[in-house]
């Protein structure tokens, strides 16, 4: 995520306009624009698997799988853009041109170095402010390490994954996820 240079305290609809316009992704957090900054071969790659996981195990249930074009929003000052989301039974938009998911009862971020801090503090608290999310998945692009939190009855409990033969159980959707096919493909870079 890159801050917009141009210094400028934006109304939700001049944004809305300018994203149009400009045909570029930003995220909207409280009158600030920040660009979606371009992702790494692994942080595609993870998503890709992730996402292609998620959806062949949902297949004939009422859940269905989004890419990251369809932003989601946390509130009237809040828009993001998740890597992937999860909606079960039917989608609610905040629009009627269906580009602003309010229900999604997963997200799912995959970590780079610019995002990481966003990702696992920002992103994460305006996420688990959403009613309806059951649960938000973080996944390492550097490293075998999903972070599952998932909603209780009176809170969120958080879990680690690190073991390549590790399945994260994502039993709001019914699935679990394998780690092998998280991370099928992926070269990690060699610490020296």
């Known amino acids: 995520m890159v801050s917009n240079p141009v210094q400028h305290h934006w109304t939700v609809e001049e944004y809305l306009a300018y994203e149009q316009e400009t045909d570029t992704r930003y995220e909207y957090i409280d009158g600030e624009i920040f660009a979606m900054s371009g992702g790494t071969e ?9 996402l292609t996981e998620v959806s062949y195990q949902l297949r004939g249930s009422s859940c269905r799988a989004y890419t990251s074009d369809l932003r989601a929003k946390i509130s009237d000052t809040k828009y993001v853009y998740p890597d992937f989301s999860v909606v079960c039974g039917d989608a609610e938009f905040a629009d009627d041109n269906h580009t602003m998911l309010t229900n999604p009862v997963l997200v799912v971020e995959v970590t780079s170095p610019s995002s990481m801090s966003y990702d696992k503090i920002i992103k994460r608290d305006f996420y688990l402010t959403l009613p309806s999310l059951q649960g938000y998945l973080i996944l390492d692009q550097h490293r075998i390490f999903a972070e599952l939190y998932t909603r209780n009855e009176t ?30 493909g992926i070269v990690f870079e060699s610490a020296e």
């Open 42 to 50: 692994n942080h595609s790659l993870i998503t890709a698997n992730a």
């Open 155 to 184: 809170d969120w409990s958080i879990r680690q994954y690190t073991d390549i033969d590790d399945r994260v159980p994502l039993d709001i959707l019914n699935c679990t996820l394998p780690l092998k096919e998280v991370y099928r």
